[in-house]
């Protein structure tokens, strides 16, 4: 059942923190490169079941989905068409400012050369900006669970290529038996040449994990960061540095990171004062969007209408917008809310 709040937020102005390229592909995108490789790939391209076939089920049944999508990226055309059709699909939720998170080195050990990997996606980014006027900026992450050979490689087509939209480097990945603090050489030369940190952590671990991040890797923003709400110190900390957390709420139950959305930790991060940010990670793999999951917030934290354009405000301060770039999209989501 759509609400008045339901229509409210799906014109609402939204800026998009933590989203992953490959988590992001819709079906429909997931269709379009389903059909060209039609006979080579199991991915149905029939909408009807391709709908079942992306049905969350568990973890695992999510694992099989994104390296199914991820092997249908085979040439320059359908890196392209996902990066487009990622960036149209999030237009179409109103979001106006994306920093997605990009993992370069599935596509490299693919065979996808540095130099033209970086080129193919500034050109689906051109496109995304000049048909559906919605900006994107990317964020290159180290798949953590392989180690320093993809950090090293991830560090390299950063600082080598430093397409025009880079802007973070990022640390994903499961975390249990990964620790942080062997990425530190790599954030350090990532953050020497201007990038900013912007690692995954305590998503599925505690506190200390959170902790790590912030002092070995210098982590200006957190993504999911829901861990920290077992630790006052760390609450208070984060609330007096101004340090963002990247909250995915529907993607916590999914992992079982939270083992449901009433218990979800979010309404504790706010009341300790936290600058809290709604975001939706791997969304059609999780059967949720970025509108949906500022519904769930809506319902966590019982917000109202100018509730949720504060909300959609705390994604833009922050972002690493310029600053005229924040205060015209904070303009635009409080004439919005006034309507
Ligand atoms: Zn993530």
């Given at each position: 059942m759509t609400t008045d709040l339901d229509t409210f937020i799906a014109g609402l102005p939204k800026a998009e923190l933590h989203v992953h390229h490959v988590g992001s592909a819709s079906p429909r995108v997931v269709a379009e490169l389903a059909a060209r490789h039609e006979g080579s790939t199991?991915?149905?391209?029939d909408p009807a079941r391709l709908a079942e076939f992306f049905t969350f089920r568990d973890f695992a049944h999510f694992i099989e989905v994104y390296v199914a999508v991820l092997n249908l990226i085979r040439d320059p055309e359908d890196l392209w068409q996902l990066f487009y059709g990622v960036g149209r699909d999030l237009a179409a939720q109103n979001a106006r400012y994306v920093e997605l998170t990009v993992t370069p080195y599935t596509h490299l050990i693919n065979g996808f050369a540095p130099e033209q990997f970086c080129e193919i996606i500034e050109d689906a980014r051109a496109s995304v900006l000049k048909d559906h006027g919605l900006a994107f900026k990317w964020i290159f992450d180290i798949?953590?669970?392989?180690?320093l050979p993809a950090a090293e490689s991830t560090l390299r087509i950063a600082l080598d290529?430093?397409?025009?939209g880079l802007i973070g480097f990022g640390l994903g990945g499961p975390e249990v038996g990964v620790p942080?603090?062997?990425?530190a050489p790599y954030f350090d030369a990532a953050r020497a040449e201007g990038l900013h940190s912007l690692p995954h952590a305590g998503?599925?671990?505690?506190?200390e994990t959170v902790w790590e991040a912030l002092r070995?890797?210098?982590?200006?923003?957190?993504?999911?960061?829901?861990?920290?709400?077992?630790d006052p110190e760390l609450l208070a900390h984060l609330a007096e540095r101004r340090i963002p957390l990247e909250v995915c709420p529907t993607s916590n139950v999914c992992t079982r990171a939270v083992a449901s959305l009433e218990e979800h930790p979010l309404p504790e991060l706010v009341k300790a004062g936290v600058l809290v940010t709604v975001n939706s990670d791997d969304p059609p793999m999780f059967g949720t969007s970025l509108n949906q999951e500022y519904a769930v917030a809506a319902q966590l934290l019982g917000l109202d209408r100018s509730g949720l354009a504060d909300l959609a405000g705390n994604a833009v301060r922050a972002s690493f917008m310029d600053e005229a770039g924040k205060r015209a999209l904070l303009t635009e989501i409080a004439d919005y809310a006034r309507i």
């Open positions: 199991p991915v149905p391209a798949p953590g669970e392989l180690g290529q430093r397409p025009d942080r603090k062997q990425f998503e599925t671990t505690g506190p070995e890797l210098k982590a200006e923003r957190i993504g999911h960061g829901i861990g920290s709400a077992r």
